[in-house]
């Protein structure tokens, strides 16, 4: 059987190796559009950065190991430029100097695994040359790099603010170079909510990135050489600068399918089943090519991430075989790709941020009943406070109040993300809930964790919603509510009111409460909305407050600590 891969990265590489180590006998042949084969993409940004510093690191194997170590032919420098179904061949042309008469090259099975390419406007795509760069590929980054050098770049422009543009902003921004970043979304990052983008909005200004949210770019005009770029944005500005990086986002590399039969959906991306086979018999498809399932909506987008294409290939490859190797149906559930959870994950300074499952907005776009997505935002220290300088994770759970299901979560901090969001997909790969968070046993010493970690806050705190002990309500939520109708309190010493409040709210210290309430006496018709510095005491105030005659009675999620940043104001706001 010959089996014939197209594109030669994360899934394509790994796919091919594991049909080897399946079967010795397979003929197996990649094209691969660059001279390289098998490279690290998710290092680019700190390769123009200097962090990596030899560009021979990010090249994980040659077509000469392929072929000795795996007995696989590599057809590097290639590019496929169509495929004949009825004559089961892929054509394909030289990268570089494409003919008019392309090879042909059979197949039994085909594999596309093209990828995806940068998304650049037109007035963009000079590129290089003038100082215009994106960041997909070894020859874009290795560009940034000698032109930061050879024109001594002090200054800079990223345009989009996911997770490759704030990787570049922070690796030009440890060289040295002022930068300004473009968004034309009203946050960076949008995997994530307002509330946890924020954070990411005041590190950057500590840093002395300038943000430009809300705004998106317009053009950016030819100049004469050794002028500087001007960036043209929508709300009349224009920025000089040195370097473009344009990080708006990518799209499918999928042209070459158009008139093959194989079905692509609307925004261009491959069309397959949980085998990873597409519309037609014969061909499949995996990696960022494909539109993948997102696990807690059912919808189907984009996940240009190395994991789920390494998952991918796993599968892929077993159903390749399946039809001439009956050893492998022993494995029914190896053979089935079932979406992705989205894990993702950035550093952005000093701060780690990232997501798993579901947004606010994705469960908005699914048409989920609001009503019953729960809040839960804690603000837990990544190991005991009085262990050596403790920092907090902010950690927020969406899940279903009814069911407890678990449907998102998101978090920042310096330290601790990773671990804390690893351990809730892990929760919701079992189909897990908040209870199981509750439960959820994390290694406990001083210098690592805390005997109940942020998962376990977040777990507790959701866990008093779906039992009816109280409600939460966010930040945002405060200006929706009907303030006639509304009685709001904080629970804090004086003394830490004295050190910030919340507008509107009137102090009533948790330990004098009860003594409050009497000579107070609630109002079952009014909501009650409590707060204290991050949520804790505000629960019991939530408990007494029930247990005295309240009926609708909430916290607010994440207490004053949450409102600190919610409130804070970006310096762009400022003017």
């Excluded at 990010?58 to 496929?80: C, G, H, P, Q």
């Excluded at 469960?363 to 009085?386: C, E, F, M, R």
């Excluded at 210290?509 to 000579?519: N, S």
């Amino acid at each position: 059987m010959k089996v014939v891969i197209i594109g030669g990265t994360a899934g394509g590489a790994g796919l091919a190796a594991r049909l080897r180590r399946l079967d010795e006998k397979v003929e197996i042949t990649i094209i691969e559009k660059n001279p390289y084969i098998s490279w690290a993409g998710c290092a680019l940004p700190y390769f123009a950065g200097g962090v990596i510093a030899d560009k021979d690191t990010l090249f994980l194997a040659t077509k000469e190991m392929f072929k000795s170590r795996y007995n696989i032919d590599v057809m590097d420098a290639t590019r496929a430029v169509g495929i004949d179904r009825e004559q089961k061949c892929v054509l394909v042309d030289d990268a570089a100097l494409p003919t008019k008469t392309p090879q042909k090259v059979p197949y039994d099975r085909l594999v596309i695994a093209t990828g995806a390419k940068a998304i650049v406007p037109a007035f963009a795509q000079r590129r290089n040359a003038d100082g215009i760069f994106t960041m997909r590929s070894i020859e874009d980054a290795d560009g940034i790099r000698k032109y930061i050098k050879q024109h001594n770049v002090q200054n800079a422009v990223i345009v989009g603010g996911g997770f490759i543009g704030l990787e570049a902003c922070e690796n030009l921004q440890s060289l040295g170079i002022k930068i300004t970043l473009v968004e034309k979304a009203p946050q960076v990052l949008t995997p994530v909510d307002p509330d946890i983008a924020k954070y990411l909005h005041l590190e950057l200004e500590k840093h002395g990135v300038c943000l430009k949210l809300g705004v998106g770019i317009t053009n950016i005009p030819r100049v004469e050489e050794g002028e500087k770029l001007s960036v043209e944005l929508e709300n009349g500005e224009v920025i000089k600068t040195q370097l473009v990086i344009m990080s708006l986002g990518i799209a499918p590399e999928s042209d070459f399918l158009q008139a093959t039969g194989v079905e692509l959906n609307a925004r261009g991306y491959v069309v397959t089943d949980d085998t990873m086979q597409t519309s037609e018999p014969n061909i499949f498809a995996l990696g960022d090519v494909v539109a993948v399932k997102d696990v807690p909506t059912g919808r189907y987008g984009t996940m240009a991430l190395a994991g789920p294409a390494t998952k991918q290939a796993r599968v892929l490859a077993h159903n390749i075989l399946l039809p001439e190797n009956a050893d492998l149906l022993h494995d029914e559930h190896s053979h089935h790709y079932h979406g992705s959870l989205g894990v993702s994950i950035v550093r952005v300074m000093r701060l780690t941020a990232g997501a798993v499952g579901a947004n606010t907005r994705a469960l908005q776009a699914q048409g989920y009943d609001q009503s019953k997505i729960g809040v839960a935002l804690v603000h837990t220290p990544n190991h005991v406070s009085w262990f050596t300088a403790p920092t907090p994770v902010h950690l927020k759970l969406l899940f279903d109040k009814e069911s407890g299901a678990i449907l998102g979560a998101q978090a920042v901090g310096e330290q601790s993300v990773d671990k804390n969001l690893e351990a809730i997909s892990a929760l919701m790969q079992m189909h897990g809930t908040v209870y199981d968070m509750v439960e959820f046993e994390s290694a406990y010493a001083p210098p690592f964790s805390a005997p109940r970690s942020p998962v376990n806050m977040a777990g507790s705190t959701a866990a008093n919603v779906v039992d009816g002990m109280e409600d939460t309500v966010t930040c945002a939520d405060l200006s929706k509510m009907d303030a006639e109708n509304t009685v709001f309190w904080d629970v804090r010493t004086p003394a830490e009111v004295a050190a910030g409040e919340i507008p509107h709210f009137v102090n009533v210290p948790l330990d004098t409460l009860r003594g409050y309430v009497k000579e107070h006496p609630l109002d079952e018709s009014k909501n009650y909305v409590v707060t204290c510095q991050v949520g804790v005491r505000g629960h019991i105030a939530c408990c007494i407050l029930r247990a005295l005659g309240a009926k609708k009675v909430y916290n607010l999620t994440g207490g004053y600590q949450s409102w600190a940043v919610h409130s804070a104001k970006l310096q762009s706001e400022q003017k």
